[in-house]
């Protein structure tokens, strides 16, 4: 089965510009999250979705964050306006709905604001 | 709020050796999984071995094998044999059981290890 793609695989863009990154999860999975890992640090979730519909948001900087996932498929995650601390790799990761057997990773985007 | 801890930044072990990788964690939840991912320098976290709570038996995949002891929160894990290959950083992991439905992943910060040949 196809793994969970992530494009770019690198982006470096200056302070206050704006980037997008673009998740396809596995196909069939319900579920799909974006997480943040910087530099030394575990992953830590921006936004998990079910399908199309947001099921948690609750640490996504709303402000310069959006996120959204288009027919339950595709999820793009965009920043506007970057700033340094943005700096960082972002993972996307899906799972079927009901499971325990943990989620598909995809290899990430490394994110360089400078 | 749930929390994981790993309290070894850095591990090193001499190929063919065994070597043991502490978490813990906190929660008041009584039903929830735990999980060993693997991320090597390619950035892709890879899922090593997982535990339900609700298990007494420790899970075992080849040559990883965890220690779960719920009472004490903790849940390490070992790696028998270790091989060159198995130089990447180590997360433990931690998700609420939803009826079977399983929510967010928290993470620890991390372990890196390292193989000497």
């Known amino acids: 089965e196809a793994g969970v793609a992530q494009s770019p695989r690198y982006k470096i863009i200056e302070k206050r510009q704006s980037v997008a990154f673009w998740c396809n999860p596995i196909?069939?999975?319900?579920?799909l999250y974006w997480y943040q890992q910087i530099l030394g640090q575990g992953p830590k979730l921006l936004i998990q979705f079910q399908n199309n519909g947001v099921v948690d948001d609750s640490q996504l900087p709303k402000d310069r964050f959006s996120a959204e996932r288009l027919k339950g498929v595709d999820s793009t995650l965009k920043i506007q306006p970057a700033k340094l601390e943005d700096s960082a790799v972002y993972l996307c990761?899906?799972?079927?709905?009901?499971?325990?057997?943990?989620?598909?990773f995809g290899s990430g985007t490394r994110l360089t604001v400078v | 709020a749930q929390t994981v801890t790993q309290s070894q930044p850095e591990m090193s072990v001499q190929e063919a050796e065994t070597v043991t990788l502490s978490c813990t964690y906190d929660t008041s939840e009584s039903d929830y999984y735990l999980f060993w991912y693997k991320q090597p320098p390619s950035r892709q976290m890879i899922l090593v071995i997982r535990?339900?709570?609700?298990?007494?038996q420790n899970a075992t995949e080849n040559r990883f094998s965890v220690n779960f002891q719920k009472a004490a929160k903790s849940f390490s894990l070992k790696i028998s044999d270790s091989q060159l290959g198995d130089a990447a950083m180590y997360f433990c992991a931690y998700t609420m059981n939803y009826g079977g439905s399983q929510g967010n992943l928290i993470f620890g910060k991390g372990t890196k290890l390292s193989v000497k040949p």
């Open positions: 535990q339900e709570a609700y298990k007494q």
């Open positions: 196909s069939g999975h319900a579920t």
């Open positions: 990761a899906s799972s079927l709905e009901r499971t325990g057997d943990g989620y598909t």
